[in-house]
C-alpha cells in the first residue's frame, strides 16, 4: 500500500480557497486517491476519491496530475465548520481490506 | 441511506476487565474494518474481515479479539484492559465488489480506569 505524506497543518480563513496537497510517490496502477475528514471524536467522514484528472463534487475537487504521484484537495470557500483534521489515503481496488492512515492535515479556519 | 451503526457510543471499564464493542456495516457491504484512535493520534488499523473471514490484521494486541457473524455484524473482544487501552474505537464498512469506499460508524469512547 502507497505511503501518503500531507502537511502536518495549515491555517486559513473564511471564504478562502484551501487546497491540501498529498504525495504517493508509490502509488500502484489500481490504487484510488482517496480524502477523508474528521471533526474531533467523530468517525472520519469521506470526502471525494479520484483516480486520475479532476473529480468534482459537491463539497471539493480532487486533482490527479498524469502520473498520480500527488493529489490535491480543494475546498472553495471554507467556513469555520471546515476546521477538522484531513486524511488522504490511497485504497487499492483489488485488495480494499484495510486502509493505512497517515498523519492527516490539521486545518484551521480563522473568522 | 443506513450508516455503520457502533455500540455502545460510550463505555467505561476498569483495568483487567473486558469489553466487547459490536459494529453492523451498512447492508450488502462485504467488508469490515476496526480501527483504534488514540487522543490527538491517527486511526490504527487494527483488523478486518471479508465476508465473514478474517482479511488482515493490524497492530491488533494479542488481548484483542475479533469475529464477524452470519448476519456480518462485527464484534471486537478486549480482554485484560489496560489504561492504554482507552481510545476511540471506529468500526467502518465498504463493498470490494462495487469498489466503495469506506464508511466509517461514528465509534464507541472507551476509557479504563
Known amino acids: 500500500l502507497a505511503k501518503t505524506t500531507q502537511p502536518i497543518s495549515m491555517d486559513s480563513y473564511e471564504g478562502q480557497e484551501v487546497n491540501i496537497t498529498c504525495s504517493h510517490n508509490?502509488?500502484?496502477?489500481?490504487?484510488?486517491i482517496t480524502w477523508y475528514q474528521q471533526f474531533p471524536s467523530q468517525g472520519p467522514r469521506f470526502i471525494i476519491q479520484?483516480?486520475?484528472?479532476?473529480v468534482t463534487n459537491e463539497v471539493a475537487s480532487l486533482f490527479i496530475p498524469a502520473d498520480r504521484k500527488s493529489s490535491t484537495l480543494s475546498l472553495p470557500r471554507v467556513s469555520l465548520s471546515d476546521t477538522a483534521v484531513y486524511y488522504c489515503?490511497?485504497?487499492?481496488?483489488?485488495?480494499?481490506?484495510?486502509?493505512?492512515w497517515g498523519l492527516g492535515t490539521s486545518l484551521a479556519v480563522n473568522p | 441511506a443506513a450508516g455503520v451503526i457502533q455500540s455502545p457510543r460510550h463505555l467505561i471499564k476498569e483495568k483487567r476487565e473486558t469489553a466487547t464493542l459490536k459494529c453492523y456495516p451498512i447492508?450488502?457491504?462485504?467488508?469490515v474494518y476496526w480501527y483504534q484512535q488514540g487522543p490527538g493520534q491517527d486511526p490504527q488499523f487494527l483488523i478486518s474481515?471479508?465476508?465473514?473471514?478474517?482479511?488482515d490484521k493490524g497492530s491488533i494486541p494479542d488481548r484483542f479479539s475479533a469475529q464477524q457473524f452470519s448476519d456480518y455484524h462485527s464484534e471486537l473482544n478486549m480482554s485484560s484492559l489496560e489504561l492504554g487501552d482507552s481510545a476511540l474505537y471506529f468500526c467502518?464498512?465498504?463493498?470490494?465488489?462495487?469498489?466503495?469506499?469506506?464508511?466509517f460508524g461514528q465509534g464507541t469512547r472507551l476509557t479504563v480506569v
Open positions: 447492508p450488502r457491504h462485504d467488508t
Open positions: 508509490n502509488i500502484a496502477t489500481n490504487d484510488y
Open positions: 467502518a464498512s465498504s463493498s470490494l465488489t462495487l469498489n466503495t469506499e469506506a464508511f
Open positions: 474481515f471479508y465476508e465473514k473471514m478474517q482479511s
Open positions: 489515503l490511497v485504497r487499492n481496488a483489488g485488495n480494499n481490506r484495510k486502509l493505512i
Open positions: 479520484g483516480y486520475k484528472t479532476k
